[in-house]
């Protein structure tokens, strides 16, 4: 069993795990989910071992009601899971530490949230301004462009979603050697 006593503080963490974890809570809230759930996730996902709500509420100093919303929609997410613990009837907690896994569920909170209703959106906007002579055709090719950017990126996201872990990787270092070989993003000479 887990004892708070041999559990550290925050701030009796090395320096470097510290900065993940803080840092971490603050990516979480452009993601959309709040500086706990964040903070919780990064500690999970840097601990070596299960922890549970109890450890986590003494080593962040956040409310133990805080903890166990968070903890519900992490598992929500699926970035955390449940283990059991032999001889401790507590609920222990990991994080998923495959890196692209954690990348592709952040990836699909974000999809709902943002790119499910952009795309909702401007196919309504279009449907409108399809016959309202106040809506200019170059508001209508705008609205269009706009519409079919984010149905390629909705459509890649999708595949991506299925390809494993090390075919993406595979995929994001021949991008990079891809760039470089057209000679993308570096100054041009102005000779």
Known sequence: MTEITDIKKLHELPEAVQSFILHWGDMGTTWGVNRTVAQIHALLFITERPLNAEDITHILGVARSNVSNSIKELLAIGTINRVPLAGDRRDHF??????????????????????????????????????????????????????????????????????????????????????????????????
């Not at 990126?153 to 494993?164: A, E, F, K, S, V």
Request: proline share 4%; charged share 30%; with cysteine.
């Open 94 to 191: 990991t994080a998923d530490t495959d890196v692209w896994e954690v990348a592709r569920k952040i990836a699909a909170v974000r999809k709902a949230r943002e790119i499910d209703p952009a795309i909702t959106t401007l196919q309504h906007c279009l449907k409108s301004a399809e016959n309202d002579p106040n809506v200019s055709a170059e508001q209508k090719k705008r609205l269009t462009d706009m519409r079919d950017f984010t149905a390629s990126m909705d459509r890649w996201y999708l595949q991506m979603q299925h390809l494993p872990s090390g075919t993406l990787s595979k995929l994001v270092k021949m991008g990079d050697r891809v760039v470089g070989l057209l000679n993308f993003g570096k100054p041009k000479d102005k000779t």
